[in-house]
């Protein structure tokens, strides 16, 4: 785990306020000046009950979507004050993403999928097909380089869909229910490559989950309630 003292905060939340309409109800806060710091190899898991804006806070974190007010900075960079293209860049540069659906394209292979955000990154093909092979390899999936999506088994997709968001060595990762659409097995096993490579790598890691087993390997774990994290 990384501590505050030997290491600077990957990210900071600070005072986040999100709302969206709600029927004749008129706005519902889901965010309620929320703060969140995170240090560098750190490993938290977000649990809450379905619909209290866990996915929302992901989001929200990675740049994805705007709060109506607060700040997010990530690796010292200020979410807000960045240009739809900058932050596009810094996402592939620095983040990686993992959902509870695999989100592979299915006309492209295993090794495919998984080089496709290094030669986004500027990459050359060869380089970026070396790294996807090395890390295919450390997912157990050097038999599969050639297979397309709809030949690979639940597990063995998530697995291409973590390398993937892996391939770029990100800083933080964010994992949005990951094992969602697993058995109980493959879950273990996705969900063990996943935090090991993370660790690994040094990498922090934000997962929203609903498995209690997977929350627990976590270094902390904070539940999202009335738009706070307790």
Request: proline share 3%.
């Amino acid at each position: 785990m990384a501590l505050e003292n030997n290491s600077i905060p990957s990210v900071v939340a600070t005072t986040l306020v999100k709302s969206y309409p709600h029927g004749q109800a008129g706005m519902i806060k889901v965010l309620n000046e929320l703060d969140l710091t995170l240090y560098q190899g750190e490993q938290v898991a977000i649990t809450g009950a379905s619909g209290s804006g866990k996915s929302t806070l992901l989001q929200i974190l990675a740049g994805l979507e705007r709060t109506d007010s607060g700040s997010v900075q990530l690796l010292q960079q200020s979410m807000h004050q960045m240009k739809d293209q900058d932050l596009a860049r810094f996402r592939n540069h620095h983040l990686g993403f993992v959902y509870q659906f695999h989100h592979l394209i299915d006309d492209f292979t295993a090794l495919e999928n998984v080089a496709l955000p290094a030669r986004i990154k500027g990459l050359a093909t060869t380089t970026a097909n070396d790294q996807a092979l090395a890390i295919l390899a450390q997912m157990g999936l050097s038999d599969r380089l050639t297979h397309f999506p709809w030949q690979l088994s639940g597990g063995e997709r998530q697995r291409c869909a973590i390398a993937r968001a892996l391939i770029n060595q990100p800083e933080i990762i964010f994992a949005d229910e990951p094992t969602g659409n697993l058995d109980q097995e493959s879950a273990r096993q996705v969900s063990e490559l996943m935090m090991s490579l993370c660790r690994s790598n040094g990498a922090t890691l934000i997962l929203v989950t609903h498995n209690p087993h997977l929350a627990g390997q976590a270094d902390r774990q904070l539940t999202l309630t009335g738009g706070a994290l307790q």
